[in-house]
């Protein structure tokens, strides 16, 4: 499948593939079917180019990470491609809700294959908490007024406080400016010109789609916990403000360790439950 040429200038790139327009719900289940039933390839051709503006949206949200954007691009084309291939027009979803698994998926293995000569992120955990701990220490920065201390983000992340530390210290020997050079020719910085005008809605209300997708898996699959699970999921994963393993502890006077184990045992069960969470996640997390 011939995509438009990433090139040095990101805004010419930009440019070509704003060019297809976006697909609504009707057309996009008619090619995908042709794609599945028939292995049309001008069909997922279509889903495909339709979609690519959606890549760059996603890859703009890792730029921090020291590599160039246009890298980025192109592994979320092949994860999207990939996810094109994969798509099952019958479940009920938009493809770029589907997608996201895949994009996300491809760019993160990228940047965590080009980061540093010394292998970093080699277990499920350390890859997620590569790309989590940034997040979780901006989060409680916002929350507290001050730099969160290592036991702060660990608790919150469930993992433990040598854990945060060494992989704080791999990711602060790279640089992450803001300002890092992302074209080829590393003269100019292209975040200002990755704006779309009304496409932030459309990403949004993907994103809500997407969102609604996983809770409405999630949500059924609760019926397989037992309380004490149900009320961790719903407090440490179902929300933006997750409380504490120790605060777990409290309410069912046990450790923090025993709330962590039945919190490890509660995602067991929901992966199991949710073919859809446990097969498209399992390559982000993997």
């Known amino acids: 499948m011939e995509l438009p040429s990433i090139t040095s200038t990101l805004d010419i790139y930009i440019s070509e593939i704003n060019r297809f327009p976006v697909l609504s719900a009707e057309e996009e289940f008619k090619l995908a079917v042709r794609f599945k039933k028939y292995n049309d390839v001008e069909a997922a051709e279509k889903l495909v180019v339709s979609n690519l503006r959606f890549v760059v949206k996603i890859a703009h949200e890792y730029r921090n990470y020291g590599v160039k954007l246009s890298d980025l691009i192109q592994e979320g084309n092949i994860g999207l491609m990939h996810a094109v291939k994969k798509f099952d027009p019958y479940k009920g979803y938009r493809i770029i809700s589907y997608a996201v698994w895949w994009i996300r998926a491809y760019i993160q293995n990228y940047i965590?294959?080009?980061?540093?000569?010394?292998?970093?992120?080699?277990?499920?955990?350390?890859?997620?908490?590569?790309?989590?701990?940034?997040?979780?220490?901006?989060?409680?920065?916002?929350?507290?007024?001050?730099?969160?201390?290592?036991?702060?983000?660990?608790?919150?992340?469930?993992?433990?406080?040598?854990?945060?530390?060494?992989?704080?210290?791999r990711l602060s020997h790279r640089d992450l400016s803001l300002d890092a050079y992302i074209s080829d020719e590393g003269e100019t910085s292209h975040i200002d010109y990755l704006t779309y005008k009304g496409e932030d809605q459309e990403m949004a209300l993907i994103k809500k789609e997407e969102m609604d997708l996983v809770k409405r898996n999630i949500a059924g699959a609760l019926t397989n916990l037992n309380e004490r699970e149900s009320y961790i999921v719903k407090h440490r994963i179902m929300t933006d403000n997750p409380i504490t393993l120790q605060e777990i502890g409290s309410k069912y006077n046990i450790t923090r360790e025993r709330a962590r184990q039945i919190e490890k045992q509660a995602l067991k069960k929901l992966r199991l439950a949710i073919p859809y969470f446990t097969k498209e996640k399992a390559l982000i997390e993997a």
């Open 112 to 169: 965590i294959k080009t980061w540093s000569l010394v292998k970093i992120g080699t277990t499920q955990a350390q890859r997620k908490l590569f790309f989590k701990l940034s997040q979780a220490k901006k989060r409680l920065e916002t929350l507290s007024q001050k730099n969160p201390e290592f036991g702060e983000i660990a608790e919150s992340l469930g993992v433990k406080e040598h854990e945060i530390e060494e992989m704080d210290l």
